[in-house]
């Protein structure tokens, strides 16, 4: 058993032969889907969630490792190692706790304590520190020497604070402690730059700002770091509230440093010089190096949040609900080069395109509804997918005249997010997909098929390209890449895919697979026609009997030769159905679906050495509904009449939208004015809501009352609970003491403020009124790209 499996184990709650089996089939190459789905006896049924979890932390581990071991060499090499450090490396359990240790014997340039040991001012610096007692001037003089580069008691004083300055500021314990501390205590602060208060407006909540470290939450993080970038905000660190600050003497963390070096005023000659040492250590040193420790924290922080409220949001929307195998009309909207047409059939295929120009600055209206007419009645259209950028509103006015005017057709029309449709239009993939058709038509196929299927379809974009993430282009590369494709991974690979009707992109996201075995699948499948049964996959050239292990389960064949591959069960776990076939003394396509049977077999009735309960449970579950969808069932929301433009829009409204983006401050909803609206987090229920994703969704289809509007600045502030009151009020007296919004989830107030309610006992952003907090909010939305939040 391996240490880093034992602190796995630990970290996450789990037994330690499920971390080490994890890890083990981790490292022989297994998928996590797999290995959650079908290696459930191995890891006693660890789940997707707990395995990416492990599968991360292993990797910071792994890392840490790789770090430890090039410490050591480092150190050993420079002769340096000594028991003691040894152990302090090997026990040190943080990258940074090693970059503290390692700090002192780190390869650099000559600094100045360097310089003036070589000068020979080690022992000037030893007999200052440990007996106060002595005179510093007098101590000084003896070691002045042109020839070394001293030529002044002063130059000699000045080497030897040089030399206690690197001291301090390199004791790993000390740094550690005074690091926690002001992580505990300290507050990050933002002034606005000098006339920048006009171009910097959408930081203006930052102008004058001053919240704990410890309190901070990820988006205002990244509203700050953003304004820095911006050159709008300069932010500061401070190691305790303005408030707090000694105005003479030593502060906390100078009596810290000192109390680790056993110096205190006691009177003696060499107190006052001590005391100044480390002064000149906090204030040049170790402030500046915390401040960048905590700057990184603050930033790991809010980075991990984002990261992870962007892969939740991702989530959601691959798993919205699908409309289904319905042919379909998808609508990408525009004025001045006209409304893109493509319809498809219900797997997904073009049939036909067609332009039409319903809007300025052609406004041939009645000849788009003819158009548009024939094409629904010719390929018996049932749904119309519409784009929701420009001129969506005035084309959802279209499709809604079309049914209207022609009730006989029965069509259904949804407005569907295009995010990224720009993206997937232009892309190689497409031009591989639909050689035929201009870019700007490739654009309306996405539209209508991401309707049919979101999961298959958005698979073709790059997920940081579908906008559902807040301040995304602010996060590093890596780690962002890495959380989407471990979400994209999950949601084919819990659905499933049809191995006979899949595209390229959505193939190479299940388990096993990847780019250039999903190619050599759709050209076997070109060549010979569709898959009867999952054996034949073996036929795929360059497809193993490991790649066929972690993918044949996944891949589904609808009306094949055996049922069986239709279904969520592993060829590898046949046996299993073959003997419960033999004990209900039943026929494969009579035992599926027979749910009375199926619920009365004991699981471990058909266990074997390979084969545990875990597995034979998930069989008779499969069996009973082979390959179900775990997706919701697809529904559409009604935007209102008349309600087409933000000016239309009335506090107390109540309007039916959709749920778009999830930031960790609240909803924004689509209401079908061109502009989402905020349903700030503190307006989502009546009780306290942590995680704005408890409530929404991507895709939730949800009932929204409007309480604020502001036109010029195009901002809406919207409430899930409709019996608030519009105009900002409260619902009522006792909301305030139900705890529904947090002092750091309300307005981050200016200083003076802050102080001048702690003086008169004001109520606080956190207790005001729920429209004000959703104004701020909103405000605060301002800073985001687009939808991001």
């Known amino acids: 058993m391996t240490s880093i499996s034992r602190k796995i184990a630990q970290e996450l709650g789990i037994r330690a032969e499920q971390a080490e089996a994890a890890v083990t089939l981790l490292d022989d190459g297994a998928t996590v889907p797999f290995i959650a789905r079908y290696r459930k006896e191995a890891t006693g049924a660890l789940d997707d969630a707990q395995l990416r979890a492990l599968e991360e932390r292993l990797r910071y581990l792994r890392e840490l490792e790789e770090r430890r071991a090039a410490v050591l060499a480092s150190v050993e090499e420079q002769g340096k190692l000594t028991d003691d450090l040894r152990a302090s490396l090997l026990a040190a359990d943080t990258k940074a706790r090693i970059e503290d240790i390692y700090l002192p014997y780190k390869p650099r340039r000559r600094t100045k304590a360097q310089i003036a040991r070589e000068a020979g001012l080690g022992p000037l610096a030893e007999v200052l520190c440990g007996d106060p007692a002595q005179a510093p001037e007098a101590q000084a003089a003896r070691f002045v020497d042109e020839a070394k580069g001293v030529a002044t008691v002063q130059a000699a004083l000045e080497g030897a604070r040089a030399i206690l300055v690197e001291r301090f500021s390199e004791d790993a314990d000390l740094i550690g402690l005074l690091r926690e501390d002001m992580w505990r205590a300290g507050r990050l602060a933002s002034k606005v730059r000098e006339g920048k208060e006009t171009e910097g407006a959408k930081f ?14 990820s988006h205002r993080i990244l509203a700050l770091f953003r304004g820095e970038k911006e050159e709008v905000l300069t932010l500061g660190f401070e190691p305790v509230p303005a408030s707090e600050a000694p105005s003479t003497g030593p502060g906390p963390y100078e009596l810290r440093i000192a109390q680790r070096f056993g110096i205190a005023d006691r009177g003696r000659p060499g107190d006052a010089w001590l005391r100044e040492a480390v002064r000149w250590a906090w204030r040049t040193r170790i402030l500046v190096s915390l401040s960048l420790d905590l700057r990184a924290r603050l930033w790991q922080a809010a980075e991990d949040e984002a990261v992870r409220v962007f892969a939740g949001n991702l989530r959601d929307l691959l798993l919205a609900a699908p409309a289904g195998v319905r042919a379909t009309m998808g609508l990408d909207p525009g004025y001045r080069t006209g409304v893109k047409v493509a319809v498809v059939d219900g797997t997904g295929k073009v049939v036909d395109t067609a332009a039409v120009f319903p809007h300025e600055p052609q406004r041939r209206w009645d000849e788009a509804l003819g158009t548009l007419a024939a094409l629904a009645t010719r390929h018996k259209v049932e749904l119309i997918a519409i784009g929701n950028g420009t001129a969506s509103r005035e084309t959802d006015r279209l499709a809604a005249e079309l049914i209207g005017k022609y009730p006989q057709l029965k069509l259904t029309k949804i407005v569907v997010s295009e995010a990224g449709a720009s993206v997937y239009s232009a892309s190689a993939y497409a031009s591989q997909e639909l050689p035929e058709l201009d870019v700007t038509l490739r654009g309306a196929v996405s539209i209508a098929r991401r309707l049919q299927d979101p999961l298959a379809e958005l698979v073709k974009i790059d997920p940081k390209s579908i906008g559902v993430g807040q301040y995304q282009h602010d996060l590093a590369e890596g780690k962002l890449s890495r959380s989407l494709d471990a979400v994209v991974e999950d949601c084919v690979n819990g659905v499933g895919v049809d191995v006979n009707t899949a595209s390229v992109p959505l193939l190479a996201r299940v388990s096993g697979v990847g780019e250039g075995l999903a190619r050599n699948i759709v050209l076997h499948r070109d060549e010979n026609g569709p898959f009867r049964k999952r054996s034949d996959l073996k ?220 003086r008169k006992g004001v109520k606080s952003a956190s207790s005001a009124g729920a429209g004000s907090a959703l104004a701020e909010a909103l405000r605060r939305a301002g800073l985001s790209d687009g939808k991001e939040g």
């Open 204 to 217: 203006a909540d930052y102008f004058d700002f001053s919240e704990p470290f410890a309190k901070l939450p």
């Open 539 to 758: 036929k795929v050239a360059r497809l193993g009997p490991k790649a066929f292990e972690l993918c044949a389960g996944f891949l589904r064949i609808r009306d094949g030769d055996d049922p069986l591959d239709a279904s969520g069960v592993h060829p590898e776990a046949y046996p299993v159905v073959r003997r419960i076939l033999a004990a209900t003394k039943s026929d494969i396509r009579a035992l599926i679906g027979d749910t009375p049977t199926l619920r009365g077999l004991p699981p471990a009735r058909f266990t074997d050495e390979t084969f545990g309960i875990p597995t034979v449970t998930d069989i008779l579950r499969e069996l009973e509904k082979p390959g179900r969808d775990p997706r919701p069932a697809f529904r559409t929301a009604t935007f209102r009449e008349g309600v087409e433009k933000i000016g239309d829009l009335e506090p107390g409204m109540v309007l039916e939208g959709v749920v778009t983006n999830v930031a960790a401050f609240g909803a924004f909803v689509d209401i079908g004015v061109h502009q989402d609206g905020l349903v700030h987090i503190s307006a989502m229920a009546n009780t306290f809501v942590k995680d704005p994703r408890d409530v929404a969704k991507p895709g939730d289809v949800v009932r929204v009352k409007v309480l604020e509007v502001d036109a010029a600045r195009k901002r809406i502030a919207l409430s899930m609970r409709l019996d608030d009151e519009a105009g900002g009020g409260r619902r009522n007296a006792q909301q305030g003491k139900q705890g529904q919004v947090k002092p750091e989830q309300g307005k981050p107030q200016r200083v003076e403020e802050r102080r001048a309610d702690n």
